[in-house]
């Protein structure tokens, strides 16, 4: 059920409210409107709610200069969001919570034109959440045919050749928005023409039918166009009966300066190839698999400080290309924390204050409402703690739990904790920490330039990178393994996900013990292959290194190769011929 049908109370209760400050004659605004949060075909839109927008989405506001405009925003249930309008410098609260309301009121600056509004928070307008405020003009509203309502008149300057969507003519004093053609429509028509011999013109061209059909309105038959393509949708009956001649020449200056598909119609728009985005850097997110506390000693339980901050930042995904990272203190994943069993944590989560969003924590070796994120609701520039008590063993997944959580998650915002069990761990010689994640850039994979998150491609669970710790090379040309020959090591290995389950796997060697989903009570598997590593689950693997080389790391789904899953384990020492012996050949990738 759509969010405009969510909220039939509401709308009434404002219309009460509204009714009687006009009864009372303290008029609050010329004009409101009331927007709700939604998600449609996988993108999050801004949703009509009052009578006149109902159910449009990123709905075309309009007003007069001068007049008074109050926009009420409701949240839907997806997120955070606010409303900006940049130009006038007026911008709602941030509602966090479903149902939640806010309101800005501004007076329409006194020039005509069209100011763009959007969602001020994280990367909501590039997920779609944009739309316009046409701003007529005070002549307009008197001179013009339009309903009494006061939108402004809408000139459909292409009255002749065909229909197509609004624009607006900046340096033109009596419009508001102009109907600019479809040009795959305009070109059919002009073959038509051509074909039936009643064309009496020269063009040769679909652009020159266009200048053609502006300067000589007579020249082809007016097609019909829908009704509310420019609201009020006042169609002159010739383009000489509206503008002057200078006016004209505006518009096909204006028309001339737009990129190709700017003016056309939908599918004219895909097919015009995408702008190709210059190679960028951005900060080394990228966690160091040896970045983790050592081993506790023996002792008794206490209570252990847990301190994180959300950072937002643009950091390195693969050469060439950045991506909008929202991490745990800085990096993928977020720090490794050590406890004991019976120690109580006590989490100090910030957010910094030069974030977007509110973001929190969830432990899955918390025992207690959300793991924790029911404290840690966090905005920029606060904290918030809790405290819990450790009651089982285990490695444990953290991760925030601010919705949407896939997208939280799928940014870079998770870790692993691990609470000891008595008497700690078996000692090794080397432990590392390594995390997988898969990201959904707007982008394909491989192209460079800053990337944000596809809503579409989260929601359908097809991931552009699957990487070990936040990044294409992580641990492979960046931050690779190294141990040597004799050595034990042990891998934390967590999945953060959001969606994709791993077949973890070491090319080359087999796992000596494998504590299944992180069960570190119970009698470990040995000698296994492979190991299945759900999404917010995590697994402990040990072996011994017998044979020198590189091993590589692995989703054993090896597709995912492809999309950046890989990292190296470099060991060093003398060969083991009665282990492993024979002649390398090229083309193996080790």
Request: proline share 7%; hydrophobic share 35%; net charge negative.
């Amino acid at each position: 059920m759509k969010s405009f049908l969510k909220f039939p109370m509401l709308t009434i209760l404002l219309a009460v409210i509204v009714g009687a400050c006009t009864t009372s004659n303290s008029k609050i605004s010329d004009r409101e409107y009331i927007l709700t949060t939604e998600m449609k075909d996988g993108n999050l839109i801004f949703l009509g709610v009052s009578d006149e927008i109902n159910g449009i989405a990123n709905p075309t506001l309009s007003a007069n200069p001068g007049e008074t405009i109050t926009v009420t925003l409701i949240n839907g249930g997806m997120g955070q969001h606010a409303i900006n309008f940049p130009e006038v410098k007026a911008s709602t609260a941030v509602v966090t919570e479903k149902g939640e309301e806010t309101s800005v009121t501004f007076t329409v600056p006194n020039t005509h034109g069209e100011m763009e509004y959007y969602d001020n928070v994280a990367n909501h307008a590039e997920l779609g959440m944009r739309g316009v405020l046409l701003v007529g003009t005070a002549e307009q509203s008197s001179a013009s045919s339009a309903p009494s309502s006061g939108d402004p008149q809408v000139i459909a300057a292409f009255q002749k050749g065909a229909c197509g969507s609004c624009h607006i003519i900046p340096g033109i004093p009596n419009s508001a928005g102009v109907i600019a053609p479809d040009l795959s429509d305009v070109h059919l028509a002009a073959l038509k023409h051509f074909d039936d011999g009643s064309y009496t013109g020269k063009a040769t061209t679909a652009e020159e039918y266009i200048h053609e059909s502006i300067l000589e309105p007579n020249l082809f038959i007016t097609p019909k166009c829908p009704t509310g393509a420019c609201p009020p949708n006042v169609m002159p009956a010739t383009l000489k009966d509206t503008l002057t001649a200078d006016e004209i020449n505006s518009i096909v200056k204006y028309l001339d300066g737009l990129p190709d598909g700017a003016y056309g119609s939908e599918s004219a728009a895909e097919a015009a190839p995408a702008v190709e985005q210059a190679p960028t850097t951005g900060a080394d997110i990228v966690r160091d698999p040896t970045d983790l506390p050592a081993p506790l000693p023996i002792r008794e339980p206490q209570t252990v400080r847990i301190d994180l901050e959300a950072i937002e930042v643009e950091g390195q995904l693969a050469d060439g290309t950045t991506f909008t990272y929202w991490t745990f203190n800085g990096a993928v994943p977020g720090p490794f924390f050590r406890v004991r069993l019976g120690d109580t944590i006590e989490v100090h989560m910030k957010n910094n204050t030069s974030s977007t969003m509110h973001h929190s924590v969830d432990f899955h070796a918390v025992t207690g409402p959300g793991g924790g994120a029911v404290m840690t609701q966090t905005e920029p520039g606060k904290e918030t703690m809790f405290t819990a008590k450790a009651l089982n063993p285990g490695l444990f997944v953290y991760h925030c739990a601010t919705p949407m959580v896939a997208n939280h998650i799928s940014n870079g915002m998770y870790g692993l904790i691990l609470v000891e069990p008595e008497g700690g761990l078996p000692s090794v010689d080397r432990e590392f920490y390594v995390m997988q994640g898969d990201i959904y850039t707007t982008g394909a994979f491989g192209e460079q330039g800053k990337q944000t998150t596809d809503v579409t491609k989260l929601l359908n669970e097809d991931p552009e990178y699957v990487v070990f710790n936040g990044a294409v090379g992580a641990l492979t040309a960046q931050k690779p393994f190294k141990a040597n020959v004799g050595e034990t090591v042990r891998i934390f290995f967590g999945v953060g996900g959001p969606n994709l389950t791993s077949s973890f796997h070491v090319i080359g060697e087999i796992f000596d013990r494998v504590y299944d989903q992180a069960s570190l009570t119970g009698a470990p598997l040995t000698d296994v292959q492979t190991t299945l590593v759900p999404p917010g689950g995590a697994t402990m693997v040990e072996f011994g290194l017998e044979v020198p080389g590189n091993y590589i790391l692995v989703d054993h789904a090896l597709s995912r190769l492809q999309r950046g899953l890989a990292g190296y384990l470099i060991v060093e020492g003398p060969d083991v011929p009665e282990i492993f012996h024979g002649t390398p050949t090229s083309g193996s990738g080790h």
